[in-house]
């Protein structure tokens, strides 16, 4: 959630950013009034409880009739103490209930507009030409079944469509993905971690997962529990109501994890292959950093994932992802997006957001700097989701007989190979 300071202070930067996203800017104003009132009724209670002390201290030395009106007042004023409490609790569950309907307020220079309005920060590497080497590409899948990699007809048979098995090569490549992103993130002073893939509903809605998002979360309502999307909420909630002291920042977390995502409303999208499936594995970095370093931060692991797509020599580019086109939590997102000859476009591979401190105010994450105690802020990257990992290597380094050529940092991660070749009926 936002700061109800930078919302009094500047409601019309709060608007703009509700405009740009495309969503409800009344939300602003009604939580301005809810906000008034609960501090005018808080103003309205402390003055009725000093006056009924006062009067209770009264109350004993009286005698006769002006006690007996002493003792009238007394319970006037306790019937108008306990409205105002009720009216105070009340507009204060109504701030909360609107401040938890707010976006994160946006930087001012992300572009706005939905999907398509992004704009091009950088590309890196260019497209092969297949034409020019004399064969025409195949898609993922197709190479994926020479492979013996990708198995999604039993996926679908076992668990329903959008699942899928990695088998052979295929199940080797993931561990070699996952191994090499970890040694990467490692050595560049992250803790490795494993996390749990169910959630309390907190940690769920504390990173903003239950607003706009929640059409695609898997909810266990039997035990009152989240599948995670992404091990993004786990590691945020790591640190959930504590106090971090501000030597220890930053701290940077990477998670190897299963996801799991209903890909509500993308029917009929990436329905071929592994692109687009209901369950994944990913390797995700996290970051807790003082507020006035999350923008710094937000550029470190942009540079952490171009590292990582670079190595594995992926032509990509890095988009600045549009207002409309962030998730609530998010006051800036940068996305690589690979090229898949196969589509002959560029489709998102790994994304890192700078979240502020949204989720750390509502997840009581803070940091203690000297006698001060404030909110910090989190960031999130992608370095490797695996599916799509695997999507964008076999077309882009596919040989014309249906072999693929691994990539170096994976290659001692394969036992040294260097081809992934087709395997025998």
Known sequence: MIDLRLLRDDPDRVRE??????????????????????RSSGVRFDELRSEQKQLGKLIPRADGDEKAELLKKAGELSAAVKAADAEQNEAAEETQRL???????VYPDVPVGGEEDFTVRETIGSPRDFA???????????????????????G?????????YLTGVGALLELALVNAAIAQATEAGFTPMLTPALVKPQAMDGTGFLGQAAQDVYHLEKDELYLVGTSEVPLAGYHMDEIIEASR???RYVAFSPCFRREAGSYGKDTRGIFRVHQFDKVEMFSYVAPEESEAEHLRLLEWEKQWLTGLGLPFQVIDVATGDLGSSA????????WIPTQGKYRELTSTSDCTEFQSRRLSVRMRDGKQVRPLATLNGTLCAVPRTIVALLENHQQADGSVRVPEPLRPYLGGRELLEPVSE
Request: glycine fraction near 10%.
């Open 156 to 164: 679908a048979k076992v668990s329903g469509s959008r699942f899928y």
């Open 331 to 338: 006051a800036r997102k940068y996305d690589c997006e690979a």
């Open 17 to 38: 950013s509700q405009r740009s996203r495309g969503e409800d800017v009344g939300i602003v104003d009604a939580l301005l009034a809810a906000d008034e009132r609960r």
């Open 249 to 251: 920042l930053p701290l």
């Open 132 to 154: 020019a080497e004399g064969f025409e590409p195949k898609d993922h899948l197709e190479l994926g079944q020479l492979l013996g990699a990708i198995d999604v007809e039993r």
């Open 99 to 105: 401040l938890r309907r707010l976006g994160n307020v």
